[in-house]
């Protein structure tokens, strides 16, 4: 009899840690590591990360200096996801790492910016540009701007250089023209320091640059959580695109520029319909494979989910 009421007890105890259990974890909050550079182009995910109201999940916003650095970040699994260069995370997926590209980070939104003495496309035979990362667009932008001026980027002289340093870099001389992500090109426009010479609508509509990335493991795994967070993605987009005075008090927590910046920046870019369109994502391997930055880019099918963004709409 005692032995039996020993084992009633037992029971009763593996049920009650059993529910205890199940109980947390259906109330468990969820934290996305989400990585990011602090430029216009990640705003969406800056704006969710002040105003998600979310029960289901927390938001850890992960500050990087480099593409190099947040690549490695990603690839390592120390994060869940980022914003970045759409081809950045393309040659992950080339080489074996499990990631999607859930939604773009933005439309446009990048200038080819000169110093006060090019007047045209022609003028940068011979002279120094600057790009943040061969596989980028910024790249692809440099790499049709010289084409339609009969040109080609052995005519020029390409270098990497990190996007804050580009502004000084093109006021000392060293370099004639950069393109660079958002705000760094209006950096230079707003104190007269360098010129508009190109917009990427003029280079390439609908041109892809950063993208909303997930790996895959986290998807899989928190497939109903990574709904919700993208549906809310969307819309902090929309939230983003009425550039209000909230919208430029969050962009301040993230981005160290002048207001008269910021204002010039985003009359340049737009966050609108941010689902990845299969065309554009064609036109984007296209220009890889052309330029020989990729020879087996990732297929659409391989690469995008557009599902999660579909969620939301």
């Known amino acids: 009899m005692k032995k039996k009421f020993v084992l009633l007890i037992l029971i009763v105890v593996l049920f009650l840690s059993i529910s205890a259990c199940t109980k947390k974890d259906e109330t468990a909050v969820n934290t996305i590591k989400i990585g990011y550079l602090p430029i216009t182009h990640a705003l969406p995910v800056f704006v969710q990360n002040e105003i998600s109201t979310s029960s289901n999940y927390d938001i850890e916003l992960v500050k990087f200096g480099s593409w190099p650095e947040l690549?490695?970040?990603?690839?390592?699994?120390?994060?869940?996801?980022?914003?970045?260069?759409?081809?950045?995370?393309?040659?992950?997926?080339?080489?074996?790492?499990?990631?999607?590209?859930?939604?773009?980070?933005?439309?446009?939104?990048?200038?080819?910016?000169?110093?006060?003495?090019?007047?045209?496309?022609?003028?940068?035979?011979?002279?120094?540009?600057?790009?943040?990362?061969?596989?980028?667009?910024?790249?692809?932008?440099?790499?049709?701007?010289?084409?339609?001026?009969?040109?080609?980027?052995?005519?020029?002289?390409?270098?990497?250089?990190?996007?804050?340093?580009?502004?000084?870099?093109?006021s000392e001389g060293r370099i004639s023209a950069y393109v660079v992500a958002e705000p760094f090109g209006a950096v230079s426009v707003e104190s007269e320091n360098g010129k508009v010479l190109y917009t990427s609508q003029e280079l390439w509509p609908d041109s892809v640059c950063c993208t909303l990335v997930l790996r895959d493991e986290f998807?899989?795994?928190?497939?109903?959580?990574?709904?919700?967070?993208?549906?809310?993605?969307?819309?902090?987009?929309?939230?983003a695109e009425l550039k209000d005075e909230e919208v430029y008090e969050i962009s301040s927590k993230y981005m160290s520029v002048s207001r008269e910046v910021l204002q010039q920046s985003?009359?340049?870019?737009?966050?609108?319909?941010?689902?990845?369109?299969?065309?554009?994502?064609?036109?984007?391997?296209?220009?890889?494979?052309?330029?020989?930055?990729?020879?087996?880019?990732?297929?659409?099918?391989?690469?995008?989910d557009t599902t999660l963004i579909q969620q939301g709409e």
């Open 71 to 170: 690549v490695e970040a990603l690839n390592a699994g120390q994060i869940d996801g980022a914003s970045m260069l759409a081809e950045l995370a393309m040659k992950s997926k080339e080489q074996g790492i499990g990631v999607k590209a859930v939604a773009l980070g933005h439309r446009d939104g990048n200038i080819v910016v000169a110093a006060n003495d090019i007047e045209s496309a022609t003028d940068l035979k011979g002279k120094t540009v600057s790009i943040p990362s061969r596989l980028s667009s910024h790249n692809v932008l440099l790499h049709q701007l010289l084409k339609e001026n009969n040109m080609d980027l052995s005519d020029v002289n390409v270098v990497e250089l990190p996007p804050p340093e580009m502004h000084a870099a093109l």
């Open 219 to 239: 998807i899989q795994d928190n497939n109903a959580i990574a709904g919700e967070f993208v549906k809310e993605y969307a819309r902090s987009a929309e939230k």
């Open 266 to 304: 985003l009359q340049w870019i737009s966050y609108k319909d941010l689902a990845i369109k299969e065309s554009e994502y064609a036109t984007l391997t296209g220009y890889l494979k052309e330029m020989g930055l990729s020879e087996n880019p990732p297929t659409f099918e391989d690469f995008v």
